[in-house]
């Protein structure tokens, strides 16, 4: 059995604390992907590089079998010029981004460290990634880079997150994002009333998507969480835009509701009267089932170490195997809480728990795989 030793505890914080205090919004992840690639080197990983998007790959080496893909996401939500405070205690890390994701980077160096320092091989090879532009926009760029280099040739892929110890995120959330345009002619509010403006064109699209009645089975979501546009207070708005953000748990629910958007849009075209609809971000759903060999291990590992379990669904970098019918998971490695807010914060004792679990999946995912990675 892997151990894991009092001592990486105190590294895993300590890295925690270090990988937080790098700016990386997302698609400037440069600076903390050299970082890691400078500590996996460090320690004495077999083989480390970064590709041309940034993303860090440290390969530990193993038999011929198909290899366990172990990532973390390099990027976090927060701006480069915004400072980043941190507070660390004896029980808690407290910071933006320390959660989602500098705790699950840290992991990887931690893992990394404890496979060296042990020396344990396996049937396979075992890929350390930190990849970029999970979070946003960056519409998973990162994974699908990686998922394009091993493809299906895989035992799974197990993506970390930094909170939801207990939770197996096994089914992947659909989402599809879109910047809806809405373009006129324009002109002055005195002179040329009655003519349209761009703002009250699409306060319409968006006053009548809100009255879309969601499904719950599947669940679904329409939110639009940005709207600009306008010259002046006394000018008709010549351009105005929103940024809608769909979600479904199933793949054919999604495109059912982004058709619904787009008749709603098309509805308010007319002469004078423009939009346009551009897709800006995708975020495949898919899933394996509850009865996966790879699911039943992560609810196994749990249970033996007496934590509570369930089965989730989420967006995140496990889309894009689960979409492609590859196996893969997302796995939590602590508690806390106010995630992508300044207030952002951790656990430091349940992160233990996070850690073994890990160990535990990797030290039987070949067994439990029977040697092969569907």
């Not at 005195?190 to 719950?216: D, R």
């Not at 992508?340 to 430091?348: D, G, N, R, V």
Request: proline content about 6%.
């Amino acid at each position: 059995m892997i151990a894991l030793p009092a001592e990486l505890l105190d590294y895993i914080v300590e890295q925690t604390a270090r990988i937080q205090q790098i700016p990386a919004p997302t698609f400037q992840e440069g600076r903390r992907a050299i970082y890691l690639r400078d500590e996996f080197l460090r320690m004495g990983i077999d083989e480390v590089f970064l590709d041309e998007q940034n993303n860090v790959f440290a390969r530990w080496k193993g038999g011929k079998a198909p290899p366990l893909i172990l990532s973390a996401h390099l990027d976090s939500v927060h701006p480069a010029d915004l400072p980043l405070p941190l507070e660390v205690t004896t029980g808690k890390i407290t910071g933006p981004g320390a959660a989602d994701n500098a705790l699950g980077l840290a992991a990887l160096l931690t893992i990394g460290k404890c496979l060296v320092q042990q020396g344990a091989r396996f049937e396979g090879d075992i890929w350390l990634v930190a990849d970029v532009c999970e979070e946003g926009l960056g519409n998973l760029a990162g994974m699908r880079a990686v998922v394009e280099r091993f493809g299906g040739a895989v035992q799974a892929y197990v993506v970390l997150e930094g909170l939801g110890l207990g939770q197996v995120c096994h089914r992947g959330l659909g989402v599809a994002r879109y910047r809806i345009t809405a373009q006129c002619q324009g002109g002055h509010a005195w002179v040329n009333q009655g003519e349209p403006s761009a703002i009250h064109e699409l306060a319409a699209v968006i006053h009548t998507m809100a009255e879309i009645i969601l499904p719950q089975k599947p669940r679904s979501s329409l939110n639009v969480g940005i709207v600009q546009g306008g010259t002046s207070i006394n000018t008709l708005a010549a351009s105005a835009f929103c940024e809608v953000d769909l979600r479904s748990e199933d793949q054919n629910g999604l495109n059912r509701l982004v058709q619904r958007v787009k008749r709603i849009v098309a509805g308010r075209e007319r002469k004078g009267v423009h939009f346009e609809m551009e897709l800006i971000g995708v975020r495949p759903a898919g899933s394996i089932r509850p009865s996966h060999p790879l699911v039943k291990l992560a609810l196994e590992c749990l249970a033996e170490l007496h934590v509570p379990a369930v089965l989730e669904i989420g967006s995140t970098d496990a889309n894009i195997p689960l979409s492609q019918g590859i196996p893969a998971v997302c796995l939590g490695l602590t508690r806390g809480g106010a995630p992508h807010t300044f207030s952002e914060y951790l656990e430091i004792p349940p992160i233990r728990l996070g850690l073994q679990q890990v160990l535990m999946v990797i030290e039987r995912i070949w067994q439990k795989n029977g040697g092969g990675g569907g």
